[in-house]
């Protein structure tokens, strides 16, 4: 091989540099929305009542803002209007799924007293959390969170493998803190596992894993269809009609 072709295949150093510079500050990226969502985890949960109705929409306001300055796209986000309408039809069909399996499960005996949550004991109460505090409180902050800006700046580093697990591990993980009084408020997990100290490292773990799992499947929709939309629409037919399912069975058990 001639010394010129050798010299063609070597990158110049500048090249390289560039490349590292580049790789550089999108794990830079990664780190500081990881770093965000703790400290925004910890505030929203750990400090004042109010602080968990602001904290965790004004986070996701200004990492998606971060992102942007950073050259993501809307596309990359999963904002794009190119894919509303895949979005659409996949946020269709996952409602209808859920609402079946709900009713299904409201249905039977047996799985009954997994929907007796204390939070949302009464009608009125359930119609408030789901048509406004989950969705602007939780699904949409959350979705724009991680499905949006992580999910976007995790695929530009490791691609869909990195996304799936990397995200959905965090996802999970994003909900210890909301699931230490999962069996002492839930009438079918306190039967379960009691409402002690086992009780409630199982409902953590329970909960970190159904939502680990939650977070993939909301991954899967999210690049599938190549929205926001379907993914959203998942989240909030799990929590929010999940609430009303459940005051609907505390209404018609008492």
Known sequence: MSDQALVAETPHPLIEQLSALHHFRIYADIAVV??????????????????????????????????????????????GREQW????????????????????GALLPWTRPMFMNNNYATISGALLASMIIIPLQTVIPEEVAFRGVLHGALD????????????????????????????????????????????????????????????????????????????IALHWSLNGLGALAAALVWHLST
């Open 156 to 231: 530009r580093a490791w691609g869909w493998r990195g996304v799936a697990a990397a995200g959905s591990l965090l996802f999970g993980l994003w909900h210890i803190a909301t699931s230490f009084g999962l069996t002492s408020s839930n009438v079918g997990f306190t039967r379960i596992f009691g409402g002690g100290l086992l009780g409630t490292v199982a409902g953590v773990a329970l909960a970190v894993a159904a939502t680990a799992f939650a977070g993939f499947v909301f991954t899967w929709l999210r690049r599938r269809s190549g929205s926001l939309i379907a993914p």
């Open 34 to 79: 990881v770093v965000v969502l703790a400290l925004t985890n910890l505030i929203a949960h750990f400090t004042t009542p109010w602080a968990s109705f602001a904290t965790v929409p004004a986070a996701a306001i200004g990492l998606l803002l971060l992102v942007r300055s950073r050259g993501l796209g809307w596309t990359e986000l999963g904002l």
């Open 85 to 104: 309408k895949s979005g659409a039809g996949y946020a269709l069909a996952a409602v209808a799924l859920v609402v079946t399996v709900i009713a299904i």
